[in-house]
């Protein structure tokens, strides 16, 4: 192997960072433009345009949250284990508000009716707002710890519910989900939109950017003031293969900002996600789209990082048994598995990013209602 076990362990938390980061900047904008459909688009043209501003995209976007899914499942096991059985309901809610994406992107034309088109486009919206509050609201939830632990023959048990994921800090996190990517479909729409489209969603914008960093800076307060966080206080050799209980793990007020402690430089990162949205809010007002979305993807990106950044090296802490709780160095695959998966994702990922590249590139351009007209057989 050309790497040891530690760093391979290591790199996959890496690459599934990155999956995830992918699916936020890319399929994030879409859940915002979703979300904004039924109030930024006032009459029927308007929101074609809208639709048809994600329409040629949105389905390879959807892709990155599918190989992160897969990524989980083949680098970190337990965790795909012990999270489809802790979180199955939010999960399945998940996928089924994910269905009215595709059916209603293809039957929302089918008829001409007003209430058959108004209703796909509240379809349309369900579909791009449940998934950010339900990702946002796990996440959250992974810094409270998730009640589940592994009994003495290594069969995890979950007992909570769905109804407990829904805490005050939960919904927090699962709100600054919403306001992130509803910031993020904001700025797309200025890039992608004109008139008085490209307008309303510069006023959104505004608005999302600062609710944003308000929301975030509010979560990080909780989080240092609010919740214990969680340490390993012994761990067996980390370049060998080891269940989760064979370490000690302790709960400790402040511990999720030990990493800030000890790397400083990754101060840089929730600066980063308040600057970025402040100045996605500054750009818009002053009419500046690219700069706009740029700063939007920025702050949506540093968001995840903040958030990683804390949570290293733990994946999914357990609030029943501390000892439980799944990290980066227990709850992977083996090491020859890792190995193997590596060598696919080093081939595999840049032709990827690269063919998103030219998709956008090919695609690049405002959508306007002569657009949609002009192309009346492949437009929405």
Same mark, same amino acid.
Request: with cysteine.
């Given at each position: 192997?050309?790497?040891?076990?530690? $760093?391979?362990?290591?790199?996959?938390?890496?690459?599934?960072?990155?999956?995830?980061?992918?699916?936020?900047?890319? %399929?994030?904008?879409?859940?915002?433009?979703?979300?904004?459909?039924?109030?930024? #688009?006032? $009459?029927?043209?308007? +929101?074609?345009?809208?639709?048809?501003?994600?329409?040629?995209?949105?389905?390879?976007? @959807?892709?990155? !949250?599918?190989?992160?899914?897969?990524?989980?499942? /083949?680098?970190?096991?337990?965790?795909?284990?012990?999270?489809?059985?802790?979180?199955?309901?939010?999960?399945?809610?998940?996928? !089924? &508000?994910?269905? !009215?994406?595709?059916?209603?992107?293809?039957?929302?034309?089918?008829?001409? %009716? $007003?209430?058959?088109?108004?209703?796909?486009?509240?379809?349309?919206?369900?579909?791009?707002?449940?998934?950010?509050?339900?990702?946002?609201?796990?996440?959250?939830?992974? !810094?409270? #710890?998730?009640?589940?632990?592994? %009994?003495?023959?290594?069969?995890?048990?979950?007992?909570?519910?769905?109804? @407990?994921?829904l805490n005050p800090f939960?919904?927090?996190?699962?709100?600054? =989900?919403?306001?992130?990517?509803?910031?993020?479909?904001?700025?797309?729409?200025?890039?992608? *939109?004109?008139?008085?489209?490209?307008?309303?969603?510069?006023?959104?914008?505004?608005i999302a950017g600062l609710? *944003?960093?308000?929301?975030?800076?509010? #979560?990080?307060?909780?989080?240092?003031?609010?919740?214990?966080?969680? +340490?390993?206080?012994?761990?067996? %050799?980390?370049?060998?293969?080891?269940?989760?209980?064979?370490?000690?793990?302790?709960?400790?007020?402040?511990?999720?900002?030990?990493?800030?402690?000890?790397?400083?430089?990754?101060?840089?990162?929730?600066?980063?996600?308040?600057?970025? /949205?402040?100045?996605?809010?500054?750009?818009?007002?002053?009419?500046? =789209?690219?700069?706009?979305?740029?700063?939007?993807?920025? &702050?949506?990106?540093?968001?995840?990082? *903040?958030? #990683?950044?804390?949570?290293?090296?733990?994946?999914?802490?357990? &609030?029943?048994?501390?000892?439980?709780?799944?990290?980066?160095?227990?709850?992977?695959?083996?090491?020859? *598995?890792?190995?193997?998966?590596?060598?696919?994702?080093?081939?595999?990922?840049?032709?990827?990013?690269?063919?998103?590249?030219?998709?956008?590139?090919?695609?690049?351009?405002?959508?306007?209602?002569?657009?949609?007209?002009?192309?009346?057989?492949?437009?929405?």
């Amino acid at each position: 192997m050309i790497f040891d076990y530690e $760093t391979l362990k290591v790199i996959w938390w890496g690459f599934v960072g990155v999956l995830l980061i992918g699916f936020a900047l890319t %399929d994030g904008f879409d859940f915002g433009v979703g979300m904004l459909l039924p109030f930024i #688009g006032k $009459t029927d043209g308007e +929101r074609r345009v809208i639709i048809n501003s994600i329409g040629s995209t949105w389905e390879g976007n @959807q892709t990155w !949250f599918i190989t992160a899914g897969g990524a989980i499942f /083949a680098a970190w096991p337990l965790v795909y284990g012990a999270a489809f059985s802790g979180f199955y309901v939010a999960l399945m809610l998940l996928l !089924f &508000s994910l269905f !009215f994406r595709p059916v209603g992107f293809d039957y929302r034309s089918k008829v001409a %009716d $007003t209430r058959w088109r108004n209703a796909w486009d509240w379809g349309l919206f369900a579909g791009g707002f449940v998934p950010p509050l339900i990702f946002g609201v796990a996440f959250g939830n992974l !810094f409270l #710890g998730v009640p589940f632990h592994y %009994d003495d023959t290594m069969r995890v048990e979950y007992t909570g519910n769905f109804f @407990q994921l829904l805490n005050p800090f939960g919904l927090l996190a699962g709100l600054l =989900s919403v306001s992130m990517l509803l910031m993020h479909g904001a700025a797309y729409l200025q890039v992608k *939109t004109d008139a008085v489209i490209a307008q309303r969603a510069r006023g959104v914008a505004r608005i999302a950017g600062l609710a *944003t960093a308000a929301l975030f800076i509010a #979560g990080g307060f909780w989080v240092a003031y609010g919740i214990h966080g969680y +340490r390993i206080s012994a761990m067996p %050799d980390l370049n060998t293969a080891f269940m989760p209980t064979a370490k000690t793990v302790t709960t400790v007020a402040g511990a999720w900002f030990d990493n800030y402690a000890r790397w400083p430089a990754t101060w840089a990162l929730p600066i980063v996600a308040v600057a970025a /949205a402040l100045l996605c809010t500054a750009f818009s007002s002053a009419g500046k =789209s690219m700069a706009a979305f740029l700063s939007s993807g920025t &702050s949506v990106t540093a968001v995840i990082l *903040t958030a #990683g950044a804390s949570l290293f090296p733990f994946i999914m802490p357990s &609030s029943l048994d501390p000892g439980s709780s799944l990290t980066i160095w227990d709850a992977v695959s083996s090491h020859k *598995t890792l190995g193997i998966m590596f060598w696919v994702v080093v081939i595999m990922l840049p032709i990827i990013m690269l063919y998103t590249t030219w998709v956008y590139r090919v695609m690049r351009g405002k959508v306007t209602l002569k657009h949609i007209e002009d192309n009346e057989h492949t437009a929405y």
